[in-house]
């Protein structure tokens, strides 16, 4: 009654090689057997540690994209145009103060 159930991994997993330098690699087996860990379950754990990291970093430089634009919209909106208007001071040909004088 002892049944094994085979598990399809083809479509779950996807072998990976790569090159590696020979010190690297001898220090990575080292430590992972003195972790008591597989290689492949050390890599894995790197691997997600790594886009989680970078995921977290990538949210932070678009948030600091999105701050910095609305800075730089502030100061780039198109400022109102302030007409500068001449004071009203009268000139001397607005009031013929030599007249309204001899009125008084």
Do not use: A, G
Not at 2 to 7: A, D, F, G, K, L
Not at 22 to 51: A, G, H, Q
Not at 55 to 64: A, H, I, R
């Amino acid at each position: 009654m002892n049944q094994t159930h085979s598990v399809d991994l083809s479509n779950n997993h996807k072998l990976i090689n790569f090159n590696v330098p020979n010190y690297l690699i001898n220090n990575f087996d080292n430590l992972v057997k003195f972790k008591r860990v597989s290689r492949t379950s050390m890599l894995v754990r790197l691997i997600e540690t790594y886009i989680r990291e970078e995921l977290l970093q990538m949210k932070k430089d678009n948030e600091l994209s999105e701050s910095f634009k609305k800075i730089k919209d502030k100061f780039d909106k198109p400022k109102t145009v302030i007409k500068k208007e001449e004071p009203m001071i009268p000139h001397s040909t607005d009031i013929d103060w030599e007249d309204r004088l001899k009125n008084l």
